[in-house]
């Protein structure tokens, strides 16, 4: 790793025993319209200092949590080594049995975080699914003549857990190609909600079918900042109007929280506004900390021990 950056705020736990491991991966190589989301670790960590350490929404202190921030990757020229630096980083995370939060840099690095999950044994022998917030379907099988780009992160995250255990929600943007290859050859093994379905249904009964279409009882959830309406969060790489909005996305990890086994959030382009993007993407890695450790904790009394 590099030289270590000012941490996210209340990070203070040692590897060792911390219950959540931030790490930062400054990379944005495969970016197709605007690029800056190498820069989006650092601004997130900047914003962080931001908040009060108490969520009130949770009646939690984020000073009570033993939370690690083990700083971010080196800058990559290529999606090959981030991929396998990515990997090796989120296996040490595991091997100290922490929960993975992984802040981007751009959306090609969640197939990385989701292999060393499956080759940890994360979820037991049922294993894991994905489910993914964002605009845009991913589906590629290579963009740009790359088969790594960040257009291409749902469909390579698929082929390692499954086509049937992967749903992206509030896509509102795909190619012909993508939509005609769904739709001819992968049957309903692949499904997807769109944004327009969100808004219909809300965001509570979206979030209950993914979970009830992909069957896990594990989920891993990857958030690319795209999903909200780019009037919530301008600053990404590709802003698609008609999105979610930031109460959607608190909603949705509200849900998932008791079945998470990692968390990312990628393409923050910190350029692009006047840091509000960044910002949200720093409460919403809070919201993630704190839904995760309530349920738990949650848990732990249901079954009457402590």
């Known amino acids: 790793m590099g ?14 025993g911390a219950e959540f491991t931030l790490l930062g991966v400054p990379f944005d190589a495969t970016s197709s319209f605007r690029s800056g989301s190498r820069a989006a670790p650092n601004a997130m960590r900047d914003a962080s ?22 700083g971010n990757l080196e800058d990559f020229a ?25 802040m981007g840099g751009e959306h090609s690095l969640t197939p990385a975080v989701v292999s060393a999950l499956k080759q940890n044994g994360v979820g037991g022998p049922d294993g894991f699914a994905v489910i993914v917030l964002d605009a845009h379907m991913d589906f590629r099988d290579q963009y740009l003549n790359m088969p790594l780009s960040h257009a291409c992160a749902s ?25 005609e290859e769904i739709r001819d050859d992968m049957g309903d093994r692949f499904r997807f909600i769109t944004a327009d379905e969100v808004r219909r249904d809300g965001m509570a009964a979206s979030v209950k079918r993914a979970q009830k279409l992909v069957g896990k009882d594990r989920l891993y959830l990857s958030l690319d900042i795209d999903c909200l309406d780019p009037a919530y969060a301008p600053g990404t790489g590709t802003p698609e109007p008609f999105g979610l909005t930031p109460l959607d996305v608190r909603e949705a990890i509200g849900i998932l929280a008791p079945q998470l086994v990692g968390f990312d959030i990628v393409e923050i382009a910190p350029a692009y506004d006047s840091g509000n993007t960044a910002a949200l993407g720093a409460r919403l890695v809070r919201e993630v900390m704190a839904a995760v450790h309530a349920s738990r904790h949650s848990a732990i009394g249901e079954r009457g021990i402590g």
């Open 78 to 102: 290529r999606p090959e080594d981030m991929l396998e630096a990515v990997k090796e980083a989120v296996t040490g995370i595991l091997r100290n049995s922490s929960f993975p939060i992984v």
């Open 49 to 70: 200092w931001n908040f009060e350490t108490f969520l009130m929404e949770h009646e939690i202190d984020l000073t009570d949590m033993a939370i690690h921030d083990c």
């Open 155 to 179: 469909r390579r995250t698929s082929e390692l857990v499954g086509s049937e255990s992967i749903v992206p929600i509030g896509v509102r943007s795909v190619s012909r190609e993508e939509m």
């Open 3 to 16: 030289a270590r950056p000012p941490g996210f705020a209340d990070a203070n736990a040692p590897a060792a």
